[in-house]
């Protein structure tokens, strides 16, 4: 079964490829089958991860996965604030997509510790939030969220990852998600505890094995 990732982003379906491997599907980037990124208008994880898999499923004509996922820093504005992957504003245009995706990455990681300097309560967490459609107008979309609870560095640690992982502390792991290897990560992130949960929502209601 082919399933469309609702993203363009070669480290997300790198990680997912290796969390959905149980299952017998062909995860493929909607931007491989010439399909254009959807917009992220809502506030909340799980309406944009609906809005980008129906999209997705509706241009490719089958099956959809979408990620929308983020950091909530408890202590920002008084109430967690969700930092997305545009958090800081655009970045200068970039012909080559890693690159520009870099760049983002590290203007908004600049932000982050500018915004948190002087604060002492650093919790933070990431969420993910996985929605599943077999069609654009599938009326049962599977949904799955994960938390990984953290808090925020100082100064960037670790060089692997994407998005917030080198400012992001785990104590439960004494490292930042940045400086995990790929297994250590696959097994212990938010998008690893939303994938479980999906696993067994396409096993018991796609009947998928």
Request: contains cysteine.
């Amino acid at each position: 079964m082919r399933l469309v990732l609702a993203s363009n982003n070669a480290k997300k379906l790198k990680e997912l490829q290796a969390l959905f491997a149980p299952l017998r599907l062909e995860l493929v980037t909607q931007g491989s089958l010439g399909v254009a990124e959807a917009d992220e208008p809502h506030a909340t994880f799980i309406e944009n991860a609906l809005a980008k898999a129906r999209h997705a499923a509706q241009c490719a004509e089958g099956p959809a996965l979408a990620d929308d996922s983020g950091l909530c820093v408890d202590a920002l504005v008084g109430a967690p604030v969700r930092t997305g992957s545009h958090w800081a504003g655009p970045v200068a245009a970039d012909p080559d997509r890693e690159t520009q995706r870099g760049a983002q990455d590290d203007a908004n990681n600049r932000l982050l510790i500018e915004r948190l300097a002087g604060i002492d309560d650093r919790r933070a967490r990431f969420v993910s939030t996985l929605v599943a459609v077999r069609s654009a107008h599938d009326p049962e979309p599977l949904i799955a969220t994960g938390r990984w609870e953290g808090e925020i560095l100082r100064a960037p640690a670790g060089h692997g990852g994407f998005g917030y992982d080198p400012l992001m502390f785990i104590p439960a792991l004494g490292q930042a998600a940045a400086a995990l290897a790929l297994e250590v990560k696959n097994a212990h992130s938010h998008r690893a505890i939303a994938a479980r949960q999906m696993l067994v929502l396409m096993r018991e209601v796609w009947r998928l094995d």
